[in-house]
């Protein structure tokens, strides 16, 4: 069993969060467009805070995904701040990927 799954956010509930949500991908505009899970949304980190209202209005929940799980961190624990409650880190967006397409 994966540390993921023993804190509950395993690829079990990143699946169920990814039938409902939405997934913002927080990696740089290039790394987008080299890859990138099917109808996500590209917000890099640091267009996050000016993004903020946009992303309350946002179908939930939502799912975080970058190349770094400490990018992802910092932007959930942003947004957390800011009172979005259902967010969840999906870790890579390859990860995201594969876990969508199993849907």
């Known amino acids: 069993m994966s540390i993921l799954s023993i804190l509950g956010i395993g690829n079990g509930k990143i699946k169920e969060a990814l039938k409902r949500g939405t ?10 467009d080299q ?6 949304i590209n917000i ?15 179908r939930k929940p939502i799912i ?3 190349n770094s ?3 992802s961190e910092k932007v959930i624990g942003f947004l957390k701040a800011n ?19 199993s849907i």
């Open 23 to 32: 997934v913002i991908d927080v990696r740089t505009a290039s790394e987008f």
């Open 35 to 40: 890859g990138k899970v099917r109808d996500s």
């Open 44 to 58: 890099p980190t640091d267009r996050i805070s000016i993004n903020l209202q946009r992303i309350r209005q946002m």
């Open 64 to 66: 975080i995904c970058s």
């Open 69 to 71: 799980d400490s990018e």
């Open 83 to 101: 009172g979005i409650k259902e967010i969840y880190n999906g870790g890579p967006w390859a990860r995201v990927l594969k876990i969508a397409r």
